[in-house]
């Protein structure tokens, strides 16, 4: 009996001994309030990995980190630490526009530092920084005469999901422009994702992966490789390997926001707190706005982009927009289609496009000029194609053309099919790949950085995914990167009912959206109904946050609904304070938001398709205030199925931040409140 005991205790001692040496911790740390704890750890054979717990609990499991690399053997295994520091950080900047005006930083830095002694003394930095309500880590590559120039194939980066869970997902490297449904399904079956990837595990935790200051480096999507495993992708360059670099450099972070509730990802800053300050100095140039245009009639079909006798962008249909954007106190007016080379299959070439040669009916100094003299800027568009090398031959003499005339944004568009943007390899042949390539990254930020140099904003539609680069170039005011409001104008099948309730705990989670809301004819071409209310459609100017807000329907449906059209006159779109009430991923949302130029509190909220009724506390108004409610709501039969979805109810009552207001959500349907200090 005792020789069994002795054998039994060393075997336990033996397997503890294995165990430690197979999984060392190398290195730990917490967030600063000790809700979120990092470990790094070297497992058998030097492979790295690390791991995350949540109040106590593993979120994170044991996870892979590394490089697979093409000019050297790769960055996985035979690892030793150098060296490791924890740092903590704490500082508030300001936003020059955003969804709050100040933006808590506060961190703990933990930094790691790893050789391979067998291969070359090769070292590696890994750097988390760590939140409370989320962790970014990224990967630094010294300057070292070992690998001078950096070729990766491929990220080993793994996040091994802890419980199990329900994911909110886009197929990557499908419909450019991330424009594809969001899809709901079990973690463990997804396929190969696009970020931000929403999860909500078993025990209510929700988790967002995204990735934050993608900078000349290749888009991360995240595959699927065994149960809850992910795995970072990198996307594949038409050049070769997916990243190459030289000397010195950083990886963009891999970001994790973790929270109790959806709402409680999209309070977090972690995504634009891992971005540089701002690279441009004085952008008081940017200003955020409403704005109208050239734009609808062509979803309805009603008109064309392309010169002919239905060619929208004349100049008789542009004053008459400016002249409407005047009268209603509209900043800009977008024209779409001004500019030769439509007539072509643009959206497989793009390369017949002039960025300087207006259509012969389109008389672009008389019109800014006009528009001038009524208060009002023309918002300029480019159409590429996808066509890279056509743009850039002709971009800074577009935006001299601009900054020349007063337009002082743009929006851009790459409208192509998958995978087959053009680019100029480096041997000057015509390449095709993924717009989040490594050379579509590099092109989006050379178009913003050039637009600076003219004090002109960009609006990117079909673009490269946000990762919080707003913050370094405040001039990138927004971009697409979801279905917008044109998919229920011809879509197939136009936006569920429950699209915005996802979107803003998915794609919101990483930046602005121009979503083009507030159609009140809730109508498409060819008759196609709109899956909303009235009512909602003014609270998604709420909801689906942009700087700059496009008014997207037409001007005579705004002077049809005058009592719906007033909302969209009168909300802001540049914020001092941003708070997410309540909401559950894809059935809800409440969110209230803080006009930086004024006291006044605005609140909407959306549903999916179920009836809802939801408690609004006012507690985030200011105590000892008199408020005046000014309320649009669905009418009490009000339901998106039905013509009922015009039932809209306009109201208002005094209300104090000890009140509790009921709101009822019709069927598709929402709310909208403006809170305006009584006089």
Known sequence: MQLRRSAAILAATFALSVNAWAQQVIAKAASPGQVLDVEVQIENGGKLGYAVKRKGKQVIGLSRLGFNLANAPKLDGGFSLLKQSATLHDSTWEQPWGERQFVRNHYRELRVEVEQKNRGNRRLAIVFRIYDDGIGFRYEFPDQPQLRDTEIIDELTEFAVAQKGTAWWIPAGELPGLEEEIRTSPLSEIGTANTPLTVRLDDGTHIAFHEAALVDYASMWLRKVDGQKLRAQLVASPNGPA?????????????????????????????????????????SWVKPSKFVGVWWEMHLQSGTWNAGPKHAANNANTRRFIDFAAKYGFRGVLVEGWNKGWESDWGHGGADFSFTESYPDFDLPGLAAY???????????????????????????????????????VKSGYVHEAGSMQFMGEDGKLRYGHYDSQLGVRHFLKAVTEAAKYRIAVDTHEPVKDTGLRRTYPNWVSREGARGVEYNAWGNPPNAVDHEAKL???????????????????????????????????????????????????????????????????????????????GAVGEYATIARKDRNSQDWYVGAVTDGEKRALALPLTFLD???????????????????????????????????????????????????????AR
């Open 243 to 283: 990243v190459v670099r030289h000397g010195a450099f950083t990886t963009p972070w891999r970001t994790m926001q973790i929270a109790d509730n959806a709402a409680g990802l999209y309070m977090s800053d972690l995504v634009l707190n891992l971005n540089e300050p701002n690279k441009l100095g004085d952008v």
């Open 371 to 409: 528009a001038k003299t009524k208060g009002v800027r023309l918002i300029g568009h480019h159409e590429t194609g996808g066509n890279l090398p056509a743009y850039e031959k002709q971009m800074d003499a577009a935006y001299q053309l601009y900054a020349k005339h007063g337009v002082d944004s």
């Open 504 to 582: 803003v705990f998915t794609r919101m989670l990483s930046g602005p959206m121009d979503y083009t809301p507030g159609v009140l004819s809730l109508v498409g071409a060819e008759g196609k109904v709109f899956n909303s209310t009235q009512a909602k459609q003014l609270a998604n100017f709420v909801v689906i946050y942009s700087p700059i807000a496009m008014a997207a329907d037409l001007p005579e449906n705004y002077e049809k609904y005058a009592a719906a059209f007033k909302f969209i006159r009168d909300v802001p779109t540049d914020w001092a304070d941003t708070r997410v009430l309540d």
């Open 623 to 677: 105590a000892g205030k008199t408020y005046v409610a000014e309320i649009y709501r669905d009418g009490d039969a009000a339901d998106y199925r039905s013509e009922r979805r015009f039932d809209l109810v306009v109201e208002k009552r005094n209300v104090t931040a000890k009140d509790v207001l009921q709101l009822q959500l019709a069927p598709g349907g929402g709310q909208a409140i403006r809170f305006s200090p």
